[in-house]
């Protein structure tokens, strides 16, 4: 029996917490469920990213077993059932279960083709049950509660609570655990509260790399299995990353992709090839040099991919380019036809001014750019040559009076050459 | 890492489920990075061949196979931080600490390190401090909310800026 704590997910974390804070939690459900099944060995499958959720979950185990609640003749019953800490490396495909167990034996990572399921045959050949840690948590209070305790909580098809981890730019970022089937803007708005900085909200990415994103319009999305995949995007491990108008949709599919690339085990050639080639066209539209027929091709990569891949990292990789292109089809056309990128990320297709009207003549952009693409002295309107500037944005972070401006397909008059300013204005 | 230290880890093993990692990245803890040397003890001590402790070692993002520098900052370049600009912070530090960008090691990862050897970047996937984005660890402590402001800062506790004390 395995407990998978290898939670991969890029920006969630509510595993860790449940490992840290209650590692006893996850140790009693394991014990209910192997006495349930029939299991002798359990293991917890930890990414090494994690060190004190280890450090933890070892004091925990030992302690159990000081406690006779682990080990052989469990309470004096002739059920035995002992937990081993097997640690991972580094690498998101690890938590796919086939992948997994193919760690755990001492090789690379890289998962199989299901059937069988590794409840048939699992680690080492013997039938295996895998379940994350957040499911184990679960079992202890359902037994204690009753089946109707938890059935209660939820909707007709998902039942019960789940913990998210609301991340990204929201005001209050955490965890937090609503009862599935809570609508989308309940998260965002009444528990996260909105934006920071006063911004709007324009989209959730939820299930990572896996996942999709949800644009604002459909915020009265339950948050259940079903109407997370009728938008087009998944559960997953239960990652909400909020984004605003300063997100770049395109980018955000960027970023992705290439983690799909990287993290793709190279076994088979949708995924290794597939992702790759999106990644490459992705690269091309954010650089502003994307066409209409890349934005079709691309499409077209994606749902081929979706349905060849070995595993589901390759099947569900091409999610957050269909979500973007469903929803976010307009910033694709404003990169490809514009060259503007509308959240002025995409840094191809921004240019920094400084505002004349503005500018106090302070000198400490032109003495921080790194590559000296600044012109002023004391008391001069200071001017930004487009040739040499390297859109680092170092001149914006440091200007005290805000008057460096980013722009994305437009531009403002500025002066040729620094000119005194105006004391009178 | 020589035999006999590879044997003193590999007994701290006692089911070999999870053995081969646990021994790599036990050893890595020590040594700070797998030789060699190390490689071929380990296929050694734990009789199982060599290619595949190397597959293994090369596989996964955790393993270095080059010296580091003596403090390792990892920069977070998980979706949370991602979108709170993680980029900007990899790019501020490349520039202070004077590495050039997308440069990769021997092994074709991620990994320069500074000329004095004191510092070596690198990138990972997210720590689980995803509400206090962006974050960078620093020998395995957190830093959150960093900034461009606050990164030579928090340099300077690692003795950034100071002449090489060899
Ligand atoms: C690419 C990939 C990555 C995965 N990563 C994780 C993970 O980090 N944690 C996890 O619990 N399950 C992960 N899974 C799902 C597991 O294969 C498996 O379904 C899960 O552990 C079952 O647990 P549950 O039924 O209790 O949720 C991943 C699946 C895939 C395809
Ligand atoms: S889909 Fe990707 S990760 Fe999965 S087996 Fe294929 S190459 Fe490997
Ligand atoms: S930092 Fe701002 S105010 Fe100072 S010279 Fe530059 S643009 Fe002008
Ligand atoms: S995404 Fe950076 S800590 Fe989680």
Request: glycine share 10%; hydrophobic share 35%; net charge neutral.
């Amino acid at each position: 029996m395995i407990c998978n704590a290898d939670e991969g997910d890029p920006g969630a974390y509510m595993n860790r917490n449940e490992m840290e804070s209650d590692p006893h939690m996850v140790i009693e459900g394991m014990i209910i469920g192997a006495y349930a099944i029939g299991a002798n060995e359990g293991y917890i499958y930890i990414r090494a990213e994690y060190p004190l959720a280890i450090e933890r979950l070892d004091r925990a185990i030992s302690d159990a077993r000081a406690y006779g609640l682990l080990g052989n003749n469990i309470l004096g019953t002739d059920f035995s059932f002992d937990i081993h800490i097997a640690r991972g490396a580094g690498a998101f495909v690890c938590g796919e279960e086939t992948a997994l167990i193919a760690s755990m034996e001492g090789n690379t990572g890289r998962p199989r083709k299901r059937p069988p399921f590794p409840s048939q045959k699992g680690l080492w050949g013997k039938p295996t049950n895998i379940n994350n840690v957040e499911t184990w948590c679960n079992v202890a209070s359902i037994i204690k509660n009753g089946a109707d305790w938890f059935t209660r909580i939820g909707t007709e098809k998902s039942k019960g609570t789940k913990v998210f981890s609301l991340v990204g730019k929201v005001k209050r970022t955490g965890l937090v655990e609503v009862p599935l089937g809570t609508p989308v803007k309940t998260i965002v708005y009444d528990i996260g509260g909105g934006a920071t900085d006063n911004k709007k909200v324009k989209a959730v990415q939820t299930g990572g790399p896996s996942g999709g994103c949800i644009p604002d319009s459909l915020f009265d999305t339950q948050v259940d299995y079903e109407h997370l995949a009728d938008a087009g995007s998944i559960m997953g491990s239960g990652g909400i990353v909020v984004m605003d108008e300063d997100t770049c949709m395109v980018d955000t599919a960027k970023y992705f992709l290439e983690f799909a690339v990287e993290e793709s085990c190279g076994k088979c050639t949708p995924c290794r090839e597939g992702t790759y080639q999106m990644h490459r066209i992705l690269e091309k539209i954010t650089e502003g040099k994307g066409t209409n027929e890349d934005i079709v091709l691309l499409e077209k990569l994606a749902n081929i991919i979706k349905l060849t891949a070995l595993c589901r990292l390759g099947q569900t990789a091409p999610n957050p380019v269909l979500t973007t292109l469903r929803y976010f089809k307009d910033e694709y056309l404003a990169h490809v036809e514009d060259k503007r990128c509308p959240a002025r990320v995409c840094r191809s297709l921004i240019n920094y001014y400084i505002d004349p009207a503005a500018c106090r003549g302070c000198t400490i952009c032109s003495r921080n750019c790194p590559v000296e693409a600044i012109d002023g002295k004391p008391g001069y309107i200071h001017i930004i040559d487009q040739n040499k500037c390297i859109k680092c944005g170092t001149c914006m972070e440091v200007c005290n009076f805000s008057a460096i401006v980013k722009l994305s397909g437009e531009s403002i008059d500025t002066p040729f050459a620094p000119i005194p300013i105006n004391k009178g204005r | 890492m020589d035999r006999k230290n590879v044997s003193r880890i590999a007994r701290k093993y006692n089911v070999y489920s999870g053995k081969l990692l646990g021994v790599l990245e036990d050893i890595q803890k020590e040594e700070r990075y797998l030789s060699e040397e190390t490689l071929k003890n380990v296929a050694d001590v734990l009789d199982v061949p060599l290619t595949r402790v190397y597959s293994v070692a090369t596989f996964y993002s955790f393993f270095n196979l080059v010296p580091v520098g003596k403090h390792i900052i990892t920069v977070c370049m998980g979706t949370a931080c991602h979108v709170k600009g993680a980029y900007r912070i990899l790019e501020v530090l490349q520039d202070l600490l004077g590495v050039r960008p997308g440069e990769t090691t021997k092994d074709g990862k991620f990994m320069p390190t500074t000329h004095d050897k004191k510092f070596t970047v690198s990138t990972a996937r997210c720590f689980g401090a995803c509400s206090m984005t962006p974050v960078v660890m620093i020998d395995g402590k957190i830093y959150g909310y960093v900034n461009a402001k606050n990164i030579p800062l928090i340099l300077k506790e690692y003795g950034w800026g100071e002449k090489n004390e060899n």
